[in-house]
Nanobody, 123 residues
Framework: QVQLVESGGGLVKPGGSLRLSCTGS????????IGWFRQAPGKQREGIAC????????KYSDSMRARTTISRDGAKETVYLQLDDLEPEDTAVYYC????????????????WGPGTQVTVSS
């Protein structure tokens, strides 16, 4: 059973940065994708970035591409999401998720989700 947990969220001032971590277990030996999503209260879940198992394919949402970097440490089964130039609109719960598909940002393709980590951007 795939399990994931996020960490690294917290309170940050506008213009600040955070690096979120997603640590997983139970991953198969074959290909899979880890994605990062976020959801603000009253809003639809939004894809941010995803990366495939060996790190050769990464995809970003158009709105976050310029200030987001996704990476992974295969030895630790950890995927990172670097967030830069954060704005109040970025306040949301950030989730990492697991998909058995190729790298895509459609949330319905992801079967397992972490509990989320809160990111709050405020002065």
């Amino acid at each position: 059973q795939v399990q994931l947990v996020e960490s690294g969220g917290g309170l940050v001032k506008p213009g600040g940065s955070l690096r979120l971590s997603c640590t997983g277990s139970g991953f198969p030996t074959y290909g899979y994708t880890i994605g990062w999503f976020r959801q603000a209260p009253g809003k639809q879940r939004e894809g941010i970035a995803c990366i495939n198992r060996d790190g050769t394919i990464s995809k970003y949402s158009d709105s976050m591409r310029a200030r987001t970097t996704i990476s992974r440490d295969g030895a630790k089964e950890t995927v990172y999401l670097q967030l830069d130039d954060l704005e109040p609109e970025d306040t949301a719960v950030y989730y990492c998720a697991y998909s058995q598909t190729s790298a895509q940002l459609a949330s319905w393709m992801y079967k397992y989700w972490g509990p989320g980590t809160q990111v709050t951007v405020s002065s």
